[in-house]
């Protein structure tokens, strides 16, 4: 396996993610998707409880696209599928990476809570 | 849809250029899946509320990202970044101080309601400006109908005793309307009414004086104080910006003219403001005023002779020195904020040029042209701001500096402070020089004409800015040789002024006041046991050679002046030519102050009341009254008796280096008489001693206060001092000046250096080429010389035409010297042409040590 071109450090720097970051990594990570198609999958996700808005989409899309978590593939999807006027983004190795880490950290959070005897449900 | 456009137009263009298609692609979809209008409604409510504040937030990630690479850009440059803050902060910085004092000064209202409206009044004699006489106030006042009100005061410092040490205090007796016809109200307690005169016990205090004296009691009012000996009561505390007449005046008493003061009308010591009336203008008043003054020449033919009225607005009463010497400074710091401008500008154009390439790399690179010109807007902001900040500390470090322009005599507070609208318009002007530089050549190379850089490589281009930078430097030197000339004139100015001899020498000698209070000391045989006492234990201090008393210090004050009427002259009292100045004085006040006794004998212990009225007079004014003949013995009527000429003395510059002094006349103080010449009662003490002040002063209080302990002791100086005051505002000015000018000068200098340095560059190859063709590096050199030679001669002589315009403008501040005085312009031109010869070097050597190989090669 070659090594990655990033370092631990570099994944930590990103962390923790904002929400609409680690919603777009999420969108991307099975496929690779134009904005549009990021804002109803994220949607879908959550039962329509996260609608992001197109402002946030793009700026946090060029944000991600300078740091390296996404990137705009050269290979579109097949052609039936294609919308040529549509910009689509892809999830990078680093990106996974952010995302993988972020996740750690949500999960670490849940379990440190947990011990505490704390629940979701509202007593 | 349209509507959805517009909303995009706030994102940077960069950002719309990416993703403004994507945005409207997913509104379009957004808009299709509303219904109605209210649908449509929202969801255009929604994309504004989307939209702006992510265009906010995509500026601001622009703006961290600018800010990274300027500070990175800076740090890479630090030369380039240092000088530009430098001189930005000096530009901004001195400019900002010296017209924060001179507004301060010069330009700001006074404190007062409707300042407009007030004037001062003074009789107006051929050649004197002077005080009113009561007998004519009174008559001005009653006359005038175009002033609402009138008051006059008379100033005079007061001891204080009663409450903790005895303190001389400076105070002022003002008629009961004075402070109402000021239009200010007292902080606490009232103001003086008509009844306060009957018995003028009634005192109004300064809140200074309430807050050091009295530690802010609020019970002060009510409270009895002794002044010279007598009880007053205090009825009110003025405000704390309340100054008037001075900034040194602490307290106020009433002034009541009784009737034999009336009488009087040639004895003139009422200085006195009116307010005008609503809709009178200062014309009407002054015509006015001279129609009462020409009847009441009319009635007092003698003693009214040729006396006049004028009138003055309050707010301009500033001398025209004072003024001229504001004036300069702000003139000086104009051309230094002109200069920072030019050379800031130099600084960003020669950048500009060396950044053609890179920036030129970036634009084909794809960085729009909105984005390089962004960066370096953020880049200059941020390099002007950074000057801005650094001026604002410049400008707090020199104010308090430039306060000692300020005249003590104006009724404004104490400190003048950073004035923010100058520092705002240093600052604009800066910010615009800055972007005006940076921007105009980056949307040059980042346009089309840019590729032409990238074609060419740094050789080429910047043809027209080369000639802007040379019109800079030429700037430049220009203001350099106008602030080196000027500065010049004023420091020849100076010179002559203190090789002038004011008539006596002041060295050794040191002087105090002990102000004898009335009616305590008005028997004139008291006032001579203190005197005897004093001087006589003064005199026998090891290392005092001689002592006396004196009225007043020559210089420390200006007046007294008398008219002088000799047997067979007319009996003309007003005018210039037959006045002279008075000093009742001590024996030995002539060799204390070592003024040279000419002929006859000094005044003497035997010259009392009931002897023949005894003067000393001064040199010239034997000159004026008998020359050619022996002037020991004549006589002449002075001060309301005949007096006899028993000795003659030097000439002494009573009013001050730089003007002419009336003849001096001395009379012996054993000769006072009448109650109201109490002001010229000996006060100030004058010792000439080899003994060090510290050991001699503590052995001059015990003295003093064995005579008297209630006396208290004040203004306590050497004679070297009261002559270096004369001096000492030009210095000020003059010190602040000459820094301006060297600034100038290494600025000039550095500019001329900064261009030349970055021809040679440039033009390397040609050096190359032309030394491969055979010059030789010494025709080389001399071709980089005579561009400096050039650079320097066109800005030196446009700069000596108007440093000579701005000589002939404060010709009145130069003492005589020439505004075209050849030493001075000689002097600056050689040393500008030294300093622009000093700048050329370096880039001439090195243009010199080209080796053609290696610069053809490079290409």
Not at chain 2, 134 to 142: E, H, L, Q, T
């Amino acid at each position: 396996m070659p090594s990655p071109a990033f370092q631990p450090a570099d994944v930590d720097a990103q962390l923790p993610l904002p929400p609409a970051t680690f919603h777009i990594l999420m969108a991307v990570t099975d496929e690779d998707r134009h904005g549009y198609g990021i804002i109803q999958d994220v949607m879908a996700r959550t039962d329509g409880e996260l609608r992001l808005s197109a402002g946030t989409l793009y700026r946090s899309i060029q944000r991600m696209l300078e740091q390296g978590l996404i990137v705009e593939p050269r290979r579109r999807p097949a052609p039936a599928l294609d919308d040529e006027r549509r910009r689509y983004y892809s999830i990078t190795p680093f990106g996974t990476a952010v995302a993988r880490a972020e996740m750690r950290r949500l999960t670490q959070l849940v379990r440190l809570a947990r011990a505490r005897g704390l629940t979701p449900e509202s007593a | 849809m349209r509507f959805y456009r517009a909303l995009l137009r706030l994102y940077p263009a960069s950002f719309r250029a990416e993703y403004g298609d994507e945005l409207y692609a997913v509104f379009v979809v957004r808009r299709a899946g509303a219904h109605g209008v209210f649908g449509a409604i929202a969801t255009m409510l929604i994309a504004f509320a989307d939209i702006v504040p992510s265009a906010l937030a995509v500026h601001w990630d622009i703006l961290r990202q600018d800010l990274r690479y300027t500070l990175r850009a800076l740090r890479q440059s630090p030369g380039f970044a240092m000088t530009a803050v430098l001189v930005v902060a000096l530009g901004v910085g001195a400019n900002t101080a010296a017209f924060s004092v001179a507004d301060f000064v010069l330009i700001r209202p006074l404190p007062f309601p409707e300042p407009d409206r007030l004037v001062r009044l003074w009789e107006q004699t051929p050649g004197y400006q002077m005080e009113l006489s009561p007998g004519n106030y009174k008559d001005w006042k009653a006359g005038a109908k175009s002033f609402e009100s009138m008051g006059a005061y008379v100033s005079s410092a007061v001891n204080l005793t009663g409450s903790g040490e005895p303190r001389r205090i400076q105070a002022s007796r003002v008629t009961f309307d004075l402070l109402s016809t000021l239009g200010v109200k007292p902080y606490s307690g009232r103001g003086f009414v008509a009844a306060d005169t009957v018995d003028g016990r009634a005192i109004v205090i300064s809140y200074d004086l309430w807050q050091t004296q009295f530690g802010r009691e609020p019970t002060v009012l009510g409270k009895r104080v002794d002044l010279d000996g007598s009880p007053y009561t205090i009825i009110g505390v003025m405000p704390p910006d309340f100054h008037y007449p001075s900034r040194s005046i602490q307290l106020w008493r009433t002034l009541q003219f009784a009737a034999s003061d009336l009488v009087t009308r040639n004895d003139n010591y009422v200085d006195v403001v009116g307010r005008l009336r609503h809709g009178a203008t200062l014309e009407q008043a002054r015509a006015e005023l001279g129609v009462i003054a020409t009847r009441l020449e009319r009635q007092f033919p003698v003693e009214n002779e040729k006396t006049g009225a004028a009138a003055e607005l309050l707010s301009n009463q500033l001398s025209e020195r004072t003024r001229l010497l504001l004036l300069a400074l702000c003139g000086a710091s104009l051309c230094i904020l002109l200069l920072a401008c030019a050379n800031l500008a130099n600084l960003l154009l020669a950048r500009a040029v060396s950044r053609e390439r890179e920036l030129a790399v970036r634009a084909a690179l794809g960085a729009g042209r909105e984005r390089i010109v962004r960066q370096i807007v953020t880049e200059s902001t941020v390099l002007s701001a950074m000057g801005g900040f650094a001026g604002v500390l410049v400008a707090i470090a020199a104010v308090p500096g430039l306060t000692k322009l300020v005249p003590n005599s104006l009724p404004i507070g104490q400190q003048p402070s950073v004035d923010l609208r100058v520092l705002l318009f240093a600052g604009a002007l800066v910010v615009l020089t800055g972007l005006a530089f940076s921007v105009l050549p980056a949307m040059q190379a980042a346009g089309a004409s840019g590729l032409a850089g990238l074609r060419d490589g740094v050789r080429a281009g910047g043809g027209v800015k080369q000639r802007v930078r040379s019109v800079l430097v030429v700037v430049e030197v220009m203001a350099s040789v106008v602030l080196l000339i000027s500065s010049g004139l004023l420091v020849r100015a100076m010179w002559r002024l203190q090789a002038i001899d004011p008539g006596f020498h002041s060295a050794n000698v040191v002087t105090l006041s002990t102000a004898l209070p009335w009616p305590k000391y008005e028997d004139p045989r008291s006032r001579e046991r203190f005197y005897t006492k004093v001087l006589g234990d003064v005199r026998g201090l090891p290392g005092v050679q001689s002592a006396a008393y004196v009225g007043h210090l020559p210089m420390a004050m200006r007046g007294g002046i008398w008219p002088v009427i000799t047997r067979g002259a007319s009996e003309s009292i007003r005018s210039a030519s037959t006045t002279a100045s008075l000093r009742f004085t001590t024996p030995q006040f002539f060799s204390t102050l070592q003024i040279p006794l000419l002929q006859g004998r000094d005044v003497d212990e035997t010259d009392t009341n009931g002897k023949p009225n005894a003067a000393v007079v001064s040199e010239s004014f034997v000159k004026r009254y008998w020359p050619n003949e022996q002037p020991i013995g004549k006589q002449f009527k002075f001060v309301m008796r005949d007096r006899v000429v028993v000795g003659v003395v030097g000439d002494v510059r009573v009013r001050g280096l730089e003007q002419t002094s009336e003849p001096q006349v001395y009379l012996p103080y054993n000769q006072i008489d009448s109650a109201w010449l109490n002001w010229y009662t000996p006060k100030d003490l004058v010792i000439r001693s080899t003994m060090p002040l510290t050991t001699l002063l503590p052995a001059v209080r015990r003295i003093i206060h064995e005579a008297d302990p209630l006396q208290p002791i004040s203004d306590v100086r050497t004679m070297d001092e009261i002559v270096a005051n004369e001096t000492a505002s030009r210095l000020a000015q003059l010190r602040i000046l000459m820094i301006l000018a060297a600034v100038a000068l290494v600025l000039s200098a550095v500019g001329i250096h900064g261009l030349l340095s970055f021809t040679v560059s440039r033009r390397s190859r040609e050096i190359g080429v032309r030394m491969a063709l055979g010059a030789e590096s010494a025709q080389v050199r001399r071709m980089v010389l005579r561009e400096g030679f050039v650079l320097a001669v066109a800005g030196i002589l446009p700069g000596a035409a108007i440093a000579y315009g701005a000589g002939r403008g404060m010709e009145a501040l130069l003492a005589g010297v020439k505004p075209g005085d050849t030493v001075t312009f000689a002097t600056a031109i050689i040393l500008c042409g030294a300093t622009t010869v000093l700048g050329c070097i370096r880039p001439a050597v090195r243009a010199s040590r080209v080796d053609p190989m290696t610069a053809i090669r490079a290409e």
